[in-house]
């Protein structure tokens, strides 16, 4: 039994992965970070925050992405706003990911939203959403 290695072949794609547009909204007491439908071949999302001036930090992996045009606006992370501090600055940011074999393969990073919690601590919240 002889095997020809030639005769195999190798066909390598190379995927591209859309990268998520974020948003922000203010839910009673809570704020939740929205991403729209994601249409290409990703498995999941990832979702950063940075507080300030500090360095971004995964706060979600969900592998529950909606492929169909009538399912936007998935929450992504829901927090009482006690969580957040007054005149502080939070930004997010998210990118999608596909496994192949063993090995995640990420999409470019989505636009940065950020909100900013204004009043004291038990007045009325108000927030401002930013794209960069």
């Given amino acids: 039994v002889t ?3 030639s005769s195999a072949t190798v066909v390598s794609s190379k995927i591209k992965l859309s990268g998520p547009k974020i948003k922000i909204k203010r839910k009673h007491k809570t ?3 929205y ?3 994601i249409s290409d071949e990703s498995n999941g999302i ?16 969900t592998t529950k992405i909606k492929k ?13 706003n ?9 930004s997010f940011k998210a990118r999608t990911f596909r496994w192949v074999k063993t090995k995640k393969v990420y999409s ?8 900013i919690k204004r009043g004291q601590k038990n007045s009325s919240i108000k927030f401002k959403t930013l794209k960069k």
């Fill in 3 to 5: 095997t020809n290695k």
């Fill in 31 to 33: 704020w939740q970070v």
């Fill in 35 to 37: 991403w729209g439908t």
């Fill in 46 to 61: 990832e979702v950063y925050m940075k507080k300030a001036n500090g360095k971004y930090k995964k706060i979600n992996t």
């Fill in 68 to 80: 169909r045009e009538s399912k936007r606006g998935i929450v992504g992370i829901t927090s009482s």
């Fill in 82 to 90: 006690k969580a957040l501090r007054p005149g502080v600055e939070y």
């Fill in 108 to 115: 470019k990073w989505s636009n940065t939203a950020t909100i």
